[in-house]
């Protein structure tokens, strides 16, 4: 049965006499360092000096210092950087600071799943994940509200991480919301599933597919366009409000009907059996091996895949059919 804990269930006291260092003030970085301070903490910032992440916490009020120094400084060690670049982060200048009693926190499990990171055991190691971007977390968070997030304790060494976990977690404003509890391996393995076959990959493709169909077919590329890409925030937008039930029931009943209908005959069997197979790639280790081994190399098929992506024609013609839509631009 699911776990969901809230306001209620968390003491922020547990965070009164510790300090909290932030390493990589990005998105999701700022976001949680501007609540954690904002709800009291003691906050340190690490960010490469020189960067506009850099500048920022600056202009935010930090004092940023290197990885090395904030992971000293910290009780409890938050890492932010890019999943690539944590492992390199971790060992060059967190791993010879995390002395017994301090903790290792994580937004994302991937360096502890794939063993990427592998801690002293003489510390706790917790992941308080926000559902949503870090901008969204702090905008939430000012409005009094929250964003929905994954708690998880990998190593409990203290014997409180998962209080721990929940008091990090109410500081940035997820428990208003709900937090769900989870694992390291099952937040990673679904959040990598459903990067690649839906979210990016699977809509990504499907929406090129779809381009390509009605192009070949004579139709003019723009409106294809409009009819596969453009209108797909529509439908999303629909369904993150109301499920996709209620989706179905704000379209036409001709759209309904042909999703009802011909949705399964594109989404078949064989799409399904490609999904388990990149699910078992996941769950064995097989794309982070892949992944991590692709970035030690240089990138060079990440690189070139990305390109070819680039070059394909709905680009093209996106970025001419979204100059006729100001209001898009921010």
Not at 31 to 53: I, K, Y
Not at 67 to 87: F, K, M, N, V, Y
Not at 201 to 206: A, C, D, K
Request: include cysteine; hydrophobic fraction near 40%.
């Amino acid at each position: 049965m699911v776990k969901i804990y809230y306001d209620q269930d968390a003491d922020i006291n547990l965070l009164k006499d510790k300090s909290i260092a932030i390493v990589g003030y990005g998105i999701q970085g700022r976001g949680q360092a501007l609540c954690l301070r904002d709800s009291g903490c003691r906050v340190v910032v690490a960010e490469l000096e020189g960067t506009p992440n850099f500048e920022q916490a600056k202009k935010d009020g930090f004092i940023p210092v290197s990885a090395e120094e904030a992971s000293r400084a910290g009780d409890i060690i938050q890492i932010l950087t890019q999943d690539h670049l944590q492992a390199k982060v971790y060992k060059e200048s967190i791993k010879k600071n995390l002395t017994k009693g301090k903790a290792l926190c994580f937004s994302h499990g991937f360096n502890i799943r794939f063993k990427q990171i592998k801690p002293p055991k003489n510390v706790d190691v917790f992941m308080v994940a926000p559902k949503g971007p870090g901008a969204l977390v702090r905008r939430m968070y000012e409005e009094g509200k929250g964003v929905p997030s994954l708690v998880a304790v990998y190593q409990d060494a203290s014997g409180d991480a998962l209080r721990l976990a929940l008091a990090y977690a109410k500081a940035i404003g997820a428990t208003r919301a709900g937090v769900i509890q989870t694992t390291f391996e099952e937040e990673t393995e679904t959040d990598l599933f459903g990067e690649q076959a839906v979210l990016c990959g699977g809509v990504t493709e499907l929406i090129k597919a779809g381009f390509d169909t009605l192009v070949e077919a004579g139709y003019q590329p723009e409106i294809a366009y409009f009819e596969v890409l453009h209108e797909l925030k529509l439908i999303t937008d629909l369904i993150q409000e109301f499920g996709i039930a209620g989706m179905r029931r704000r379209v036409s009943n001709t759209a309904c009907y042909g999703d009802l209908t011909r949705g399964p005959r594109v989404i078949d069997q064989r799409v399904r059996r490609t999904m388990k197979k990149l699910l078992k790639e996941i769950k064995s280790g097989k794309f982070a091996r892949e992944w991590i081994k692709e970035n030690e190399a240089g990138r060079p098929n990440f690189n070139r895949l990305l390109q070819q992506a680039d070059n394909h024609p709905i680009e093209e013609v996106g970025r001419r059919l979204r100059e006729m839509m100001p209001w898009m631009r921010k």
